[in-house]
């Protein structure tokens, strides 16, 4: 009896520490992503920190591969940690070479008060006709 009393009084506990994770992804269709903005930024901090002053360069190399270059500036008078992920995608706008474990690398940079820097990214097949690059912070910058 006294068992039975235990677990029926446990079950709401366990119940409610359950119910606050996992947590599902929302899909927004209005996100910047599924409008097809080139460059996105991942972070609200990175709005008023991050510019993008001259239009990305987007041309093919002798591969036929498409190479983006994108100058990124630092609008804040402290030093900010990035990092850049550039995900290309076919005709259909499907991103290539994306399988679970697979995904594109994330790469790290260093924008110093003030510093513009051009990050360039080339795609791995031919197929690649559109990209979009994510930018998100690595660290928190200090107060």
Known sequence: MKKSLLVLLAVPFLWLGCSSGPYLPESDPQSHEAVGRRIVLLDEDLEDAIAVDRHPVVQRNGKNLLVVQVALRNQTSKTLQIQVQTLFKDSKGMVLYSE????????????????????????????????????????????
């Open 100 to 143: 679970v474990g697979n995904e594109a690398a994330w790469q790290s940079m260093v924008l110093s008060a003030n510093e513009t820097q051009s990050i360039t990214q080339t795609s791995l097949t031919p197929q690649a006709t559109q990209y979009t690059m994510r930018v998100r912070l690595m660290h928190r910058p200090q107060p």
